[in-house]
Every structure is written in C-alpha cells, then in structure tokens.
C-alpha cells in the first residue's frame, strides 16, 4: 500500500481516500462516488478496528461481508483496495496511542470510553501508510469528524478531510452497517431519530433558538417511542462540541438511542444563513 501511494504522488496524482470497517452501504459508496469526481487514485480501505470498540460492545458481531464489499468497491471505480489484518496494524508490542483533547470525552466519548482513542489511533495509522491528499468522511459521525479533523490540523499531516451528507432511506432513517441488527419492530421504530430532528428543524425554521426547548421537542417525540431507549440528546456548538443554551453560530443537535441492544445515533447541522444574521439552516 505505500509503495503504491508512493507511486501516485511521484506522478503528481490527487489520492482520495475512503476509510471503512467493511459491510457497506449506500453511505460508503457515496463517499467513493464524491471520491471519484475530484481525486485519481481513489483508495477504499476495510479495516475491522478492534481497538474502538468496548469490552461489552459488538465487535464479536459486527458484520463481516469482505467478498460482497470487495465487489462493490471494484464496481464503484475503486482504484485499490487497503484490507491489512489485525496483526498488521497492531503488532504484539504495540504501545503508541493518539488522544485528542478535549473532544474524546464527552457524547459518544461518555457512552463509549475509549472508543475515541481506537478512533483516532487507527485514522492516523491509515493516513500516515495511504498518504491521500483528501480523507472522505460522512456527516453521521459528527464527532468523529469534527475529532479526526483536529487531528490532522495538530499533527500537520498533508491530508484535506472532507465531510460529506448524511444519507438516509426514504423514510429517513441514517444508513448505519448496524441497521441490520434491527428487529423488524425495531426497524420501524428507529426513524424516531429522524422524526426527533425533523421536529426540531422545524422548531428552528420557525424561529426557536434556545437548546432546552428543541431537547424539550426531542425528548417528547422519543418518548412516544417505548421501544427507543435515549441516550442523549444535546446541542452542542459544531466547534468545541460544548452544550449551548442558545443557537446562534454553527451547531449539532446530536442524539444516540438504543433500540433493543443495538445503539444508533444521528444529528441535525444547524449553522447561519449569513454572516451575522439570525436566520438559520438546519440539515438532517
């Protein structure tokens, strides 16, 4: 993979760069089709990280479809593909870590200790070894983007991160590889996510601004939901990932629920329409 990555930027090609933990979806191959338009390579890695996830989460479970993926990426226009084994990125004596300060404590930080730490250690292994000039990223993990940019700003490295749509089913609900996990009730249930923020979009349309009213709206629709279990709900600014009282700059209404046993999240983007002006844009 580096003498390849090598060879492309020795040729003064623009390397686009499409991480995964493999079973994907319409999510990942939007990603790669964004890829397409404005990079040559564009590299596709699956990579099972073991080090995100906890002790009593699903990493035992977590589907594993390499020869359907595979397909797909060919199929996509994927130029290479990165699939190295555990072995590989973690060998026996491995001690090196990356934390990011700050913004791997709090939200899915608090829900999943030390996920962000697996996070960022393995996305700055897999930029360090492919070298692209554009990382590809979807908006769902709003954290761990907003995490992963830091990082690449505070190391230094030579790679853009691009931040790409959140994509949905027609009736809303976030592609997610643990969608599969959902029961056919739990399925239904699941687009209370969506609902939830849709209701606070419309809530800012329509001129709210203060964060406890819209978690206030958030909450009421979840509740309806006895199968939707919250975990949180908060505003928070789009920056510092900090709680706000009152929506006045860029910010993410983010949520986190279970459904049965399996977690899902989502969020709405919420920023101004102006410089300095008090009309706002919401974004599921």
Avoid: W
């Avoid at 990603?31 to 990493?59: M, T, Y």
């Avoid at 809303?172 to 609902?195: C, I, M, P, Q, W």
Wanted: glycine share 6%; proline share 5%; charged share 25%.
């Amino acid at each position: 993979m580096k003498e390849h990555a090598r060879q492309a930027r020795a040729e003064n090609r623009i390397v686009g760069f499409v991480p995964t933990m493999g079973a994907l979806h319409a999510g990942h191959l939007a990603l790669v089709e964004r890829a397409k338009r404005e990079c040559s390579p564009v590299i596709a890695s699956i990579f099972l990280n073991p080090k995100q996830f906890g002790a009593n989460e699903d990493l035992s479970k977590y589907p594993r479809t390499f020869g359907a993926d595979s397909e797909k990426f060919s199929a996509a226009g994927v130029d290479a593909l990165f699939a190295p084994q555990t072995a590989e990125m973690y060998p026996s004596d491995f001690r090196t870590y990356v934390n990011v300060d700050g913004l791997s404590d709090r939200l899915e930080g608090r829900s999943r200790p030390g996920h962000f730490r697996g996070v960022s250690t393995v996305v700055l292994k897999l930029l360090e070894i492919v070298q692209p000039n554009f990382a590809y990223f979807g908006r769902k993990d709003a954290q761990q983007v907003r995490l992963i940019s830091q990082m690449v700003r505070d190391l230094n490295l030579d790679t853009e991160i691009v931040v790409c749509p959140i994509v949905r089913e027609p009736d809303g609900l976030a592609l997610s590889s643990r969608n599969v996990y959902l029961s056919t009730d739990e399925r239904k249930t699941a687009t209370v996510l969506h609902r939830a923020l849709a209701g606070a979009r419309d809530e800012i349309h329509s001129g709210t601004r203060d964060a406890l009213q819209l978690q206030s709206v958030i909450r009421k629709v979840l509740s309806a939901e006895p199968l939707a279990v919250l975990d949180y709900a908060e505003v928070v600014d789009a920056e510092s990932f900090e709680p706000v009282t009152r929506i006045s700059r860029p910010c993410y209404i983010l949520l986190a629920a279970f459904f049965g046993k399996t977690r899902l999240i989502d969020n709405l983007y919420i920023e101004p329409t102006a410089t300095g002006s008090d009309e706002l844009h919401a974004q599921l």
